[in-house]
């Protein structure tokens, strides 16, 4: 009897100490309600929805991404462009993810899915938790980040 209790006891501190892995799966797409503004923080993006050869600044990307995924094959543009987007709407509690990038010829980073880094994906979703602007953008090695387009998300509160 004395063992069971012992056992009982320190089972949720055994429970507690076992690191969890991140889940599977990707944010939800949320739909971006029509109270909130998306603007398109590409640098010479005045009047145009995609430009070419700029990718957000590395320090950026290290202290902000939370999510990339990587995709095969290039579909519909504005609508990956869309669930992009809406995927960071559903990002976590409400406002945890501001912008959103969706390119093409992105580089995959190492270990993503076992890749050994050398690898470019056709399309990539790429999710921060600060706001872009054209500031935050350098020019990309030479044909990556193509045909690119992306938005912060501004709700009011």
């Given amino acids: 009897m004395k063992t069971v209790i012992f056992l009982a006891s320190i089972l949720p501190l ?3 100490s076992i690191p969890l892995s991140p889940r599977a799966g990707a944010p939800a797409f949320v739909p971006i309600p029509a109270n909130c503004t998306v603007i398109n923080p590409l640098p010479h ?39 992009c987007l809406e995927q960071c709407y559903g990002y976590g509690y409400p406002a945890n993810c ?31 938790d ?17 045909n690119e387009t992306a938005g912060s998300i501004y709700c009011p509160r």
């Fill in 45 to 83: 993006a005045a009047g145009v929805a995609s430009v070419n050869g700029y990718m957000p600044a590395s320090n950026f990307t290290t202290s902000h991404l939370l999510y990339a995924a990587y995709f095969d094959a290039p579909y519909n543009q504005t609508m990956q462009s869309e669930l």
């Fill in 98 to 128: 501001k912008s959103a990038l969706l390119a093409y010829w992105v580089p995959i980073p190492k270990g993503y899915y076992g890749s050994s880094g050398n690898e470019m994906s056709h399309t990539a979703c790429l999710l921060y």
């Fill in 14 to 16: 055994l429970a507690a």
């Fill in 130 to 146: 600060a706001y872009l602007d054209p500031n935050l953008f350098v020019a990309a090695p030479s044909g990556q980040y193509v």
